[in-house]
């Protein structure tokens, strides 16, 4: 599977959104997907829909070659107690993923402010700080200091899933707990497209060069 984007993230996308697909994996041809087949009970994906799944695990792909989305030479960086994080780093040690860890906001801000681009993604369980309401402060801090680095925010607090770039000035998704893999998959495919929404709007709201000189 060198190259190809899991399964279960796929699916997981779609599942979502209450469509579901068929794949299919040829050998030196990478992955294909086609709509599910004829049940009454299971919604079509129009050709349309394919297409841009397909484009998306290719870009995907080009990204992460290993085949896991968060697969690179960076670890991620977990921000939170150690046990709130010990289903994901079971998932991400099946993948052969790296981790780091604080138990603090705090010491997380300042080691992003001075050396952002070491981690891959950054996850916050926002629960071991109070909830929402009582970190958001801390959190638009991390969020600043994160630079490109996606952060996702997990919380039992929250009523479902936001993959959408709505709350982007604090994070790039929100995830529910408890999670499963298939959605916390799903999660750093969203949040890294987010990111890349994020610091393209990031460059449009920063001043020229031209106007700073000005």
């Known amino acids: 599977m060198q190259g190809m984007w899991p399964l279960t993230q796929i699916s997981g996308i779609y599942k979502r959104a209450g469509d579901y697909v068929r794949s299919h994996v040829a050998v030196h041809s990478g992955l294909s997907f086609t709509p599910s087949p004829t049940e009454a009970a299971l919604p079509w994906i129009g050709s349309a829909q394919c297409d841009a799944l397909n484009t998306k695990a290719v870009r995907l792909s080009a990204k992460h070659p290993a085949g896991f989305v968060g697969a690179d030479t960076r670890p991620i960086l977990l921000v939170g107690r150690a046990r709130s994080f010990a289903d994901i780093r079971n998932w991400l040690q099946h993948y052969g993923q790296v981790t780091d860890s604080y138990d603090c906001i705090g010491e997380a801000v300042q080691d992003l402010e001075s050396k952002s681009e070491t981690w891959s993604y950054v996850l916050v369980q926002i629960d071991d ?86």
Do not use: H, Y
């Not at 393209?200 to 106007?211: E, G, I, T, V």
């Open 129 to 214: 700080f109070g909830g929402i309401d009582v970190a958001i402060d801390a959190l638009l801090l991390l969020r600043r200091a994160a630079g490109n680095c996606p952060v996702i925010l997990l919380s039992s607090e929250t009523v479902s899933d936001d993959l959408s770039s709505e709350r982007l000035v604090l994070c790039d998704a929100t995830l529910r707990l408890p999670l499963s893999l298939t959605r916390f998959e799903s999660g750093l495919v969203e949040a890294m497209f987010n990111n890349s929404t994020w610091q393209n709007r990031k460059r449009k709201l920063q001043p020229s060069d031209s106007a700073v000189s000005a």
